[in-house]
């Protein structure tokens, strides 16, 4: 058994996804002073191997898209962005140890269900009524525009460091309090990637657009307080990326098609 | 058909008080294609028949829209005659006759849109415009049972994932340049494959004897796929100077059988990834393969090794229905006809571009 | 001294932190004199000094030295570590380039080190009185680890992780604020950890 594995079978799973296992895990066991026993909690993320995919490709990809995903968490934290912090890197073995974030999805705290391992299969999924009468912001003592504000802040800081998230969705998202820093939103990786296009940085927001449409309908305002924000932030691109959102939106999706 | 959706909504459709026969017509590429078939009011579906003749071009070149136009023209009475005897019913007997409008090859669809046209004013039955990706997938979900998957469409001219929501198939995924039946085709090209039966079965063929997989770039962006990068380097990989036209033995060098392995298990681990994760974005377990490159065992092996792990399967046709065929269009006609869609002969038009999820899918739940 | 256990590798690794170091100069000369001694003799003067001697004033925290730990353990498991030992890979996994002269000027013992971070990786099976072997080569005071914080020497960690003009770090230009110190700490860990990828 390689360490690695090792460190895995000690974690405890707590999500499955189609591209890889999510665990609870502790690197150390013992206490340094001054912090706590067994140091912090780290969450591991291990790209497993796919049994139809050639073991030769298996690796290669799975090398370079720990090292893309690292990279662009690397370049995000150095750009102040709020993204998890590293912990450990196993290119070989597929596995990344990130921060552990202790907060609530944005998703939940919208009010729409949380997601079981993967998507709940349906498109139109609506809050329940419990949910409504106890807004789940209020733990976090602030509001839903609050959030989006947040939300648009840390993508446009993120585009602003030429990275492309490729996947946002408030499933990605994770509101977090802390006493010193107040409210925070910070940003879960996966599909992401470096480019300066605006073309990118506009599908990016187009995506999280549609997330936003299928998961919290109604959401339209709330979209656009994302916008403003994001807007005020990335000011120096938001004239070519939102001119690229409007023709995105146009278009509906990326080509038209011949037979 | 399939009276129940997964969410126990009940289908649109009638029941039927007698049996209803359709013609299609199919010619959007190089495929010429004519079926019918017979919804009867136990549900029951029947292919009556589905008779085809394919324009085949020597090695090395591709078909060319005019060409394959003639060679529709050539061929179309015979292949429709075939249907109908094979069939046994005369034409008075049919409820319709559908055609596909697109997307395809402009010339090759007209040719054969202008048959269906004299076809309905000659025998005064009504017009059926079909889109051709619908066509795939009704197919597909008739002939395999499968209730709601998701649909990977790959095809010489298309490559999309696509699922069913709110009467429509909506594109998840999808190639952000060339399709994948085209990548597949121009490589056999390349290499001076035959084009008989297909140059996609002869690059399968050739690839069971591939033994060493070399790099080729692989790029997915979240459910798309792009696919002219991995075209360009398999190319460049036969100017290469370890490169052997015929296997030599020699330690280091690569054939065309391993350029085909290498090309097919890439591409396809690509197109296996997309669709899972449309799968896992759905909470979908089912898969549907179609279109011409659907046929091919090694992505259904790949696609079923997938869904297996996912606690699924893997849903897929044989060449009958998998390649273009006029029974699929004949089967999306008579479901749109029997919901009350009919093409005006002054909107029987062809198109050669037809998104997916443009069609108004009412037949469904 | 302060142990933690790495049960994937069977390790335990002990720290030390060392303040009013005097013979980092006579430290550095053993290391050296010990990698080309030969016999039962080169092998004794090696195991006395098989520590990894790290200037404590680069170190942000216990957890950027820990973090440099782990992966040196990992190479080392995955035979593919830069360096000779493990120890010596510790030091080569804190210094941002792949230079390793650089990262042993920069980051191991030299002659005014005045404090010092050792650390011995010990694989379960071996039995060893670590404090002590550590106490007869440093010259120096024994401190809790917490002590740390009063050792880093933050601007020096910015240039050489070269973090001064980061967008993270430029609005707080304060160099004794304590949010710069923990975006600084969290920057140089990340980096730690991604290193075998970064390039």
């Known amino acids: 058994m390689t360490p690695t594995v090792a460190l895995l079978e000690s974690s405890t799973l707590i999500r499955q996804g189609a591209e890889a296992k999510v665990y609870k895990s502790y690197l150390y066991d013992g206490q340094i002073s001054g912090s706590d ?74 009010g729409a269900e949380d997601e079981e391992t993967e998507g709940t299969g349906d498109t139109s999924d609506l809050p329940d009524l419990e949910q409504l009468e ?63 296009l605006a073309e990118d940085k506009a599908v990016d927001l187009y995506v999280l657009e549609r997330a936003f449409a299928s998961t919290h309908p109604d ?41 | 058909m399939p009276g129940k959706t997964r969410r126990g909504l009940s289908s649109p459709l009638k029941q039927l008080d007698r049996d209803y026969l359709a013609l299609g017509l199919e010619g959007s590429a190089n495929k010429l294609g004519a079926g019918v078939i017979k919804h009867s009011p136990d549900g029951s579906v029947t292919v009556m028949s589905n008779i085809r003749h394919t324009y085949i071009t020597p090695p090395g070149e591709g078909f060319q829209p005019r060409d394959t136009a003639q060679h529709h023209r050539d061929w179309i009475i015979k292949v429709i005659q075939d249907a109908m005897k094979q069939a046994g019913i005369e034409m008075s007997a049919l409820d319709c006759i559908c055609y596909t409008k697109g997307p395809g090859m402009g010339a090759p669809l007209q040719s054969v849109a202008f048959v269906a046209r004299t076809l309905s004013l000659l025998y005064k039955k009504p017009l059926v415009g079909v889109n051709h990706c619908v066509g795939h997938i009704e197919m597909g979900r008739e002939i395999t049972g499968a209730q709601n998957p998701i649909v990977l469409y790959v095809s010489g001219g298309n490559t999309q994932v696509i699922a069913y929501s709110q009467q429509r198939y909506r594109i998840f995924g999808e190639t952000l340049d060339i399709a994948v039946g085209n990548c597949l085709d121009r490589f056999a090209r390349v290499i001076n494959l035959s084009n008989d039966p297909s140059p996609g079965y002869n690059i399968e063929q050739e690839a069971k004897k ?59 681990a690509m197109l296996v990834e997309i669709t899972e994760r449309a799968m896992a974005h759905i909470g979908s377990k089912e898969v549907l393969i179609v279109g011409g490159v659907g046929c091919n065992e090694r992505l259904q092996e790949m696609m079923g090794i997938m869904a297996k792990e996912r606690g699924g399967q893997v849903f897929a046709t044989d060449e009958r229905f998998c390649i273009d065929n006029g029974i699929m269009i004949a089967q999306a006609g008579l479901l749109s006809y029997r919901m009350g869609f009919q093409t005006a002969l002054s909107k029987s038009t062809c198109t050669q571009r037809f998104r997916t999820d443009e069609v108004a899918v009412t037949w469904r739940a | 001294m302060e142990t933690i256990t790495y049960n994937n590798f069977e390790a335990k690794v002990h720290l030390a932190l060392f303040t009013s170091v005097e013979n980092g100069k006579e430290i550095r000369e053993r290391i050296i004199k010990a990698s080309t001694a030969e ?32 992966q040196s353990l990992l190479a080392e498991s995955q035979e593919s570590l830069k360096t000779k030992t493990v120890h ?21 013992v030299n002659d005014n080190s005045s404090t010092l971070l050792v650390v011995r990786v010990v694989k379960s099976s071996e039995n060893l009185d670590v404090e002590k072997n550590m106490k007869e080569v440093v010259q120096g005071n024994l401190v809790p680890l917490s002590e740390l914080e009063n050792v ?6 910015s240039k050489y992780y070269k973090l001064n003009s980061e967008v993270a770090v430029t609005g707080l230009k304060n160099p004794n604020d304590t949010k710069r110190h923990k975006i600084i700490e969290e920057l140089v860990t990340s980096f730690v950890a991604m290193k075998s990828v970064s390039s």
Not at chain 1, 58 to 78: D, F, G, H, P, V
Not at chain 1, 165 to 173: A, C, Q, V, W
Not at chain 3, 152 to 157: A, E, P
Request: glycine share 8%.
């Open chain 1, 37 to 110: 026993a067994r140091g912090e909690p780290i969450l591991l993320k291990y790209r497993f191997n796919k049994q139809y995919r050639h073991p030769t490709l298996n690796s290669t990809l799975t090398r370079q898209r720990i090292a893309q995903e690292t990279r662009s968490l690397m370049k995000c934290l150095r750009s102040g962005v709020h993204v998890p912090g590293l912990r450990m890197v196993d290119a070989q073995e597929g596995v990344i140890g990130i921060e552990w974030i202790e907060g609530e999805s944005v998703r939940v705290l919208l």
């Open chain 1, 134 to 196: 106890h807004d789940p912001l209020a733990k976090f003592n602030t509001t839903s525009s609050h959030v989006m504000r947040l939300i648009g802040t840390e993508i446009a800081k993120m585009h602003a460091a030429d990275v492309i998230h490729g996947d946002l969705t408030t499933s990605n998202m994770m509101l977090r309090q802390r006493s010193d820093e107040g409210t925070e939103v910070l940003i879960d990786f996966g599909l992401s990637y470096v480019s300066a």
């Open chain 1, 219 to 259: 959401s339209e305002p709330l979209f656009q307080t994302v916008l403003d924000a994001y807007s005020k932030i990335n000011s120096k691109e938001w004239k070519a990326v939102g001119r690229k959102l409007d023709e995105v939106r146009l278009r509906g999706r990326k080509r038209s098609m011949v037979g």
């Open chain 2, 210 to 268: 591939g033994k060493r997989l070399l790099s080729l770039p692989y790029t997915t962006k979240g459910m798309d796929v792009s696919l002219s990068g991995i075209l360009t380097s398999t190319e460049a990989y036969t100017f290469d100077k370890n490169y052997r036209p015929i296997d030599t033995g020699e330690e280091g060098t690569f054939t065309p059988a391993d350029l085909c392995f290498s090309l097919q298990e890439t591409v396809f």
């Open chain 3, 39 to 70: 016999g039962a003799e080169g092998d004794a003067a090696r195991e006395a000094v098989n520590f990894a001697f790290v200037d404590a004033k680069l170190i942000a925290s216990p957890r950027h030295l820990l973090t440099a730990t782990y």
């Open chain 3, 88 to 108: 010596s890979e510790i030091i080569w996994s804190l210094n941002p380039t792949s230079n390793i002269t650089e990262a042993l000027r920069r980051f191991g």
């Open chain 3, 152 to 157: 880093t020497d933050w601007s020096l960690i």
